[in-house]
C-alpha cells in the first residue's frame, strides 16, 4: 500500500482518544456480531448483526438502539465530564466555561426547579392573558417566535434558493403538537387511539397547571381543533422534499394579503428586521388556512391554543410532575420508551443543543484534533474520484448533462469535524439557578442571530450541528458535504481496522452524503447551489424512471404491525445509500489495486469484499421498540437499519459476487434499482 493510503486510513493513536481519562470506544467490525447459522444470500442484515441484536436488547430508558447510539452514548459520556468540570465556581473560568457549566448546573438543580414550580412560567402565561384584542397579536407572537415557543408558524432566516449567495427571511407552518400533519388524520385504529391519548395528555397538563377538570378537559379539545385546522392547511412530508413546493417568494404586501387578519408588518419589526421588504412563504396555502383560523376562532380560544403551547415547550425546566406527564406521552406513547432518560443525559443534549459550539470546542480538543481533518479528507477525495467515475460511466446520462454533473461534483467543498471559527456566546446571558431564564435566552439569542442573517451574505463556513453529533450531512444550497467530529471514530472509522471494513463503515457514509448531492432533491441544485433545472429532458425521464424503481421496492418494506416503508418520503435517503455503497465500493477496489498481495487476504475467513459490506452491515446494527419503528416509518426520510442494508445490497451484483449468492435468492434482487 502507497504512504497516502496508510494516512487515510490509520491515523495515529492521539487522534482517536487523547485522554486516558476519556470513556473507552467500543469495537467496530466485530465478526462475533454476526450470527453465521443465517445466510447472507437470504438475510444479509440479520446475517451481519444478528448476535449483536440478540445481545444489545433495546434500554428502557430508550426507544431504539444501535451502533449510532453507542457512539452517542460515549461522546455524551465525554461531555458529562467537561460540563461536571465547569460546574466549579471557579474564578479562573473561561467565558465559555461559565456559560456551559452554569447552565449544567441550572439545568441539574431539580430542587430549586421544583422550588420554582409553575410560577417560573407564570410571566409568559401572563403575555396571553394580557391578550385584549385580535390586534395584539403580532407583538405577542413576535415574543414567541424569538424565545422559541412553537405556535402558528415558523419564523427565521434560509439561504434564498434562487440566489445562494444571499440570506432571506422565510415563513412556513408550524404549531402542531402531534409529530406530522397525517397524524391529525390518519383513521386507523392505532391513530385515533393516539388522537385519543394526546387530547388526554393536553387534559392532564391543564390540569398540572391549575385548572379544573371540566376546564381542562374543554381546553384540550380546542387546541386539538384548532392544530386539526393547521394541519389541513399544511403540506404532507413528502410534497416539502420538493424545494420547488417550498419556495414562494413575495413581497410582504403580498404576504399581508394572504392574512389580512395578522398584521405582518408589525411583527417583522417586533423580531428586529427594519428593512424586509420580501421573503419565502414556503407554504402559501398554510397561511391562508392561518387567515381562516384567525377569524373563525374566538380571542379566548386562540389563548387556550397559545397556553398549551408555552406550557409544553420547556418541560425540561418545570417541575417533575410535569416532565413526567410529557415524557409520558412523547416518550411512552408514540416511541415506546419505558423510561425517562437519567437528568444529567438530558442536560448534557440541552447544553449541546443551546450552547453546542462553546460545548463542542472543548469536545473537538480531547477527541479529534487538525490531524483527524486531513486524514478524513484524503479518504473523501478518494470517494470523490469514484463519483467522478460513475458519473462519466452512466449508460443512461447524456453527454451534455454529464459534463453539468461533474462542474457540480468538483464544486463541492468539504467541511470536516468542527468549524473553523468558533461561535460567539459573549451576548448570551446564563444565570446559575435560572434553568427556564437560560433556556429562555439561550432561545432568543439564536433566534436573533439567525435573523441578523437575513439580508447578507451566506456564510459558507457555518455548520448546521454541533461537532460532537453522530451524524453527517450534505448541504445543497451551498453544495458541501459536513462530517462532525462525533461521528470519525469507531464503528465508523477504527484504526487498526483492515481497509475493507473502513471503507464499508465511513466510506459508504462519506459516499452517502456525496450522493446527496444527485438524489431527487439535492439534483434540483446547481453547482453553486441555487435551485436551478440542469438536465437534459431525456436524462430527467430515465432519473424518474430509475428513482420509481427504488420508490416501489421500499414500498413494499413492512415493519412490526405491518406498516409500510413510504417509498416517497425515503427516496433520497435510499438512493444516497445505495449510490454511497456502490462509490466506496469502486474507491476500495482501486486502493486496493495499489497494495500488496498480502493486504488482499482473507481475515477471520471473511475476504476483503465479504468484509466491506460486513463492515457496512454492522454500522446499522439496531434494535427498535415497535411504536419507534411505526413513528419512523410515519414520520422519517430514513428508512429502518434492516432495509437500509438489504435494500442496498440486493440491487449491487458485487455483494451477490462477494458470497456466492444465486439468482433467486432474496438479496439478489430480478430487476436491480441503480440510479448512480
Avoid at 119 to 129: H, K, T, V
Avoid at 555 to 583: K, M, S
Avoid at 635 to 650: C, D, K, L, Q
Wanted: aromatic share 10%; charged share 25%; net charge negative.
Amino acid at each position: 500500500m502507497v504512504a497516502c493510503a496508510l494516512a487515510i486510513f490509520r491515523a495515529p493513536a492521539a487522534s482517536q482518544q487523547k485522554s486516558d481519562s476519556l470513556p473507552k470506544l467500543k469495537d467496530g467490525f466485530d465478526v462475533n456480531a454476526m450470527d453465521k447459522s443465517i445466510d447472507p444470500c437470504v438475510d444479509f442484515y440479520h446475517y451481519a448483526c444478528g448476535t449483536w441484536l440478540k445481545k444489545n436488547p433495546v434500554p428502557p430508558d430508550k426507544a431504539a438502539y444501535g451502533r449510532f447510539t453507542e457512539l452517542a452514548d460515549r461522546n455524551r459520556e465525554i461531555l458529562r465530564g467537561v460540563l461536571e468540570k465547569a460546574t466549579a465556581a471557579n474564578p479562573g473560568r473561561s467565558a465559555n466555561e461559565q456559560k456551559i457549566g452554569d447552565y449544567y448546573a441550572s439545568c441539574m438543580d431539580e430542587s430549586s426547579i421544583e422550588k420554582k414550580g409553575t410560577a417560573a412560567l407564570q410571566p409568559e402565561l401572563a403575555r396571553i392573558d394580557a391578550l385584549k384584542g385580535k390586534d395584539a397579536w403580532a407583538s405577542l407572537l413576535a415574543h414567541f417566535s424569538l424565545n422559541g415557543t412553537n405556535a402558528f408558524f415558523g419564523f427565521g432566516a434560509e439561504q434564498d434558493a434562487k440566489d445562494s449567495t444571499q440570506q432571506i427571511a422565510v415563513v412556513g407552518q408550524g404549531g402542531l403538537g402531534l409529530p406530522d400533519r397525517d397524524f391529525y388524520f390518519r383513521d386507523d385504529p392505532k391513530s385515533i387511539d393516539t388522537r385519543k391519548q394526546y387530547v388526554q395528555h393536553m387534559q392532564n397538563m391543564f390540569v398540572l397547571f391549575g385548572e379544573k377538570e371540566k376546564e381542562a378537559a374543554a381546553d384540550s379539545q380546542t387546541v386539538m381543533r384548532i392544530e386539526t385546522a393547521l394541519a389541513k392547511g399544511s403540506l404532507d412530508r413528502v410534497a416539502r422534499r420538493d424545494p420547488t413546493k417550498v419556495y414562494h417568494k413575495m413581497s410582504v404586501e403580498e404576504l399581508q394579503a394572504l392574512s389580512p387578519a395578522f398584521e405582518w408588518s408589525k411583527f417583522i419589526p417586533e423580531v428586529g428586521l427594519t428593512h424586509v421588504t420580501s421573503l419565502d412563504v414556503s407554504e402559501p396555502e398554510y397561511i391562508r388556512q392561518f387567515q381562516t383560523i384567525l377569524t373563525s376562532s374566538s380571542l379566548d380560544d386562540i389563548k387556550v391554543y397559545l397556553r398549551w403551547h408555552v406550557m409544553s415547550a420547556q418541560t425540561l425546566y418545570l417541575p417533575s410532575n410535569i416532565d413526567k406527564e410529557s415524557f409520558h406521552f412523547y416518550g411512552q406513547v408514540l416511541a415506546g420508551q419505558q423510561e425517562q432518560q437519567a437528568r444529567w443525559r438530558r442536560c448534557v443534549n440541552a447544553t449541546d443543543n443551546d450552547l453546542g459550539e462553546a460545548l463542542g470546542e472543548a469536545y473537538v480538543e480531547r477527541t479529534f484534533g487538525a490531524e483527524g481533518k486531513e486524514r478524513t479528507l484524503q479518504m473523501v477525495n478518494a470517494l470523490e474520484r469514484a463519483l467522478e467515475r460513475d458519473i462519466i460511466e452512466l449508460p443512461w446520462m447524456t453527454e451534455t448533462t454529464k459534463r453539468q454533473a461533474l462542474i457540480k461534483l468538483h464544486k463541492i467543498t468539504n467541511k470536516i469535524g468542527y468549524p473553523d471559527k468558533w461561535r460567539d456566546y459573549s451576548t448570551l446571558q446564563i444565570i446559575r439557578g435560572d434553568a427556564l431564564g437560560n433556556s429562555f435566552r439561550s432561545n432568543e439569542f439564536e433566534s436573533k442571530r439567525q435573523l441578523d442573517k437575513i439580508g447578507k451574505p451566506v456564510d459558507p463556513g457555518e455548520w448546521l450541528y454541533t461537532p460532537p453529533t453522530v451524524n453527517a450531512y450534505y448541504y445543497p444550497p451551498q453544495n458541501n458535504i459536513n462530517f462532525m467530529a462525533g461521528i470519525l471514530q469507531p464503528p465508523f472509522y477504527e484504526q487498526q481496522m483492515d481497509d475493507p471494513v473502513n471503507f464499508g463503515a465511513i466510506g459508504v457514509v462519506i459516499g452517502h452524503e456525496l450522493t446527496h448531492g444527485f438524489d431527487d432533491q439535492g439534483r434540483q441544485y446547481d453547482a453553486e447551489g441555487n435551485l436551478r433545472d440542469w438536465w437534459a429532458p431525456e436524462d430527467e425521464k430515465g432519473f424518474k424512471e430509475r428513482t420509481d424503481c427504488e420508490v416501489q421496492e421500499y414500498n413494499d418494506f413492512t415493519v412490526v404491525g405491518g406498516e409500510h416503508v413510504n417509498g416517497n418520503l425515503t427516496l433520497g435517503e435510499n438512493t444516497a445509500d445505495n449510490g454511497g455503497l456502490r462509490i466506496a465500493y469502486a474507491a476500495l477496489m482501486e486502493a486496493l489495486a495499489k497494495e500488496s498481495p498480502d493486504a488482499q487476504k482473507s481475515i477471520d475467513g471473511l475476504t476483503p469484499e465479504q468484509r466491506f459490506f460486513l463492515g457496512f452491515g454492522q454500522i446499522w446494527c439496531t434494535n427498535a421498540t415497535p411504536q419507534a419503528l411505526r413513528l419512523q416509518v410515519q414520520t422519517n426520510p430514513h428508512s429502518p437499519a434492516e432495509f437500509r442494508v438489504n435494500g442496498s445490497v440486493n440491487n449491487f451484483e458485487e455483494f451477490g459476487k462477494a458470497f456466492g449468492c444465486k439468482a433467486g435468492q432474496p438479496m439478489v434482487r430480478a430487476n436491480a434499482c441503480r440510479v448512480w
